[in-house]
Nanobody, 115 residues
Framework: QVQLVESGGGLVHPGESMTLSCAAS????????MGWYRQAPGKQRELVAA???????HYRETVKGRFTVSRDNNKNTVYLQMNSLKSEDTAVYYC?????????WGQGTQVAVSS
């Protein structure tokens, strides 16, 4: 059984930092692209950042320079370090594991950025 379990969400003030973690089980973690998506109320789910099986990373433009995605294949865990958070980063953040023919989602963790 595949499980992706996110943790680390909560409420922060603008300009503060937060780190999300996603622990995976039931998959050969090192062979998957691991991504972080987010969905704000009334908006479509969007890709925030991804780290490939090669270690290469990809970021959406609005988070470049503020967010860092990383993976630890020994712990089957992917991280999203978020700095200089803005109110527009408020959303439910989802962990995703993908490779051709396979995709899995976590249950999501709420991130709220508010003064």
């Amino acid at each position: 059984q595949v499980q992706l379990v996110e943790s680390g969400g909560g409420l922060v003030h603008p300009g503060e930092s937060m780190t999300l973690s996603c622990a995976a089980s039931g998959i050969r973690f090192s062979t998957f692209r691991m991504g972080w998506y987010r969905q704000a109320p009334g908006k479509q789910r969007e890709l925030v950042a991804a780290v490939m099986d090669t270690g290469d990373t990809h970021y959406r433009e609005t988070v470049k320079g503020r967010f860092t995605v990383s993976r630890d294949n020994n712990k089957n865990t992917v991280y999203l370090q978020m700095n200089s958070l803005k109110s527009e980063d408020t959303a439910v953040y989802y962990c995703n594991a993908w490779k051709l023919g396979w995709t899995y989602w976590g249950q999501g963790t709420q991130v709220a950025v508010s003064s």
